[in-house]
C-alpha cells in the first residue's frame, strides 16, 4: 500500500525557517517524481514544487521560487521541502504527492502537515 | 498560468440523483504528445485529495464507474451518475498540460 507521511509544521515566525519531509513507503521511492502542493485554509489547491525521481529536473512556482527547495533522499526514501523567508501566506497544509510519470497526474497524496506562519 | 474555471461553486444533491461539474480551461489542454492532461480528484470531508479522473476519462483504481469524465481541448465535463454519500466533498479538476499545474477552484457536492 503507498503511503506519504508528511511531518515538520508548526507555527513559525515571519522571515523565519521550517523543513518539512514526506516518508514514502509502499513503492520504489525512487522511481517516481514527486511534488509539494499546498492548499491555504479555506482555499483550493496551489502547486509549490516538484522534483524528478532523480533530482535531475526540479521546479518551482513563482510564489515560492527562492525561498523554498525541494530535495530528495531516496535511500531514506524521504522527500523534503526547506522552506526559508516564510510569510503570512506561506500558510497552508502542505501536501505531498506522487507524480504518475505515464499520465503525469498526482496519484497518490499524504495526509498533509499544517504550517502556519504568525507573529 | 492556465486559468482552470470551475461550475457551479457548490451542488445541493439527493442521493441517487445525477449531477455534472463543468471545468474550462484558458488555454487548450492537448500537449504535442496528442494527449489532454485534464484530471479530476475528490477531496472528502477532512481528508486529502484522492485521483478520480485521469487524462479526461481515464477511472483512477478503485473508482466506481458511477463516475465519467468528457470532454476535449477547453471543455471538460465530470459526471457522478446515481450520487451515493460518499461522493460528497470537493471536486477539483487539474490540469499538467502546461506548467505551471493549475487546479480549478472547486466543486463542494452536498446532501440536499
Known amino acids: 500500500e503507498v503511503q506519504l507521511v508528511e511531518s515538520g509544521g508548526g507555527l513559525v515566525q515571519p522571515g523565519r525557517s521550517l523543513k518539512l519531509s514526506c516518508l514514502a513507503s509502499g513503492f520504489t521511492f525512487s522511481n517516481y517524481g514527486m511534488n509539494w502542493i499546498r492548499q491555504a485554509p479555506g482555499k483550493g489547491l496551489e502547486w509549490v514544487a516538484s522534483?524528478?525521481?532523480?533530482?535531475?529536473?526540479?521546479y518551482y512556482a513563482d510564489t515560492v521560487k527562492g525561498r523554498f527547495t525541494i530535495s530528495r533522499d531516496n535511500a531514506k526514501n524521504t522527500l523534503y521541502l526547506q522552506m526559508t523567508s516564510l510569510r503570512s501566506e506561506d500558510t497552508a497544509l502542505y501536501y505531498c504527492?506522487?507524480?504518475?510519470?505515464?499520465?503525469?497526474?498526482?496519484?497518490?497524496w499524504g495526509q498533509g502537515v499544517m504550517v502556519t506562519v504568525s507573529s | 498560468d492556465v486559468v482552470m474555471t470551475q461550475t457551479p461553486p457548490s451542488l445541493s444533491v439527493a442521493i441517487g440523483q445525477s449531477v455534472s461539474i463543468s471545468c474550462k480551461s484558458s488555454?487548450?489542454?492537448?500537449?504535442?504528445?496528442?494527449?489532454?492532461?485534464l484530471h479530476w480528484l475528490l477531496q472528502s470531508p477532512g481528508r486529502s485529495p484522492k485521483r478520480l479522473i485521469y487524462?479526461?476519462?481515464n477511472l483512477g483504481s478503485g473508482v466506481p464507474d458511477r463516475f465519467s469524465g468528457t470532454g476535449s481541448q477547453k471543455d471538460f465535463t465530470l459526471k457522478i451518475s446515481r450520487v451515493e454519500a460518499e461522493d460528497l466533498g470537493v471536486y477539483y479538476c487539474?490540469?499538467?498540460?502546461?506548467?505551471?499545474?493549475?487546479f480549478g477552484a472547486g466543486t463542494k457536492l452536498e446532501l440536499k
Open positions: 487539474a490540469q499538467t498540460t502546461h506548467f505551471p499545474p493549475t
Open positions: 487524462q479526461v476519462s
Open positions: 488555454q487548450s489542454l492537448v500537449y504535442s504528445d496528442g494527449k489532454t492532461y
Open positions: 504527492a506522487r507524480e504518475d510519470g505515464y499520465n503525469y497526474d498526482f496519484d497518490y
Open positions: 522534483i524528478s525521481s532523480s533530482s535531475s529536473y526540479i
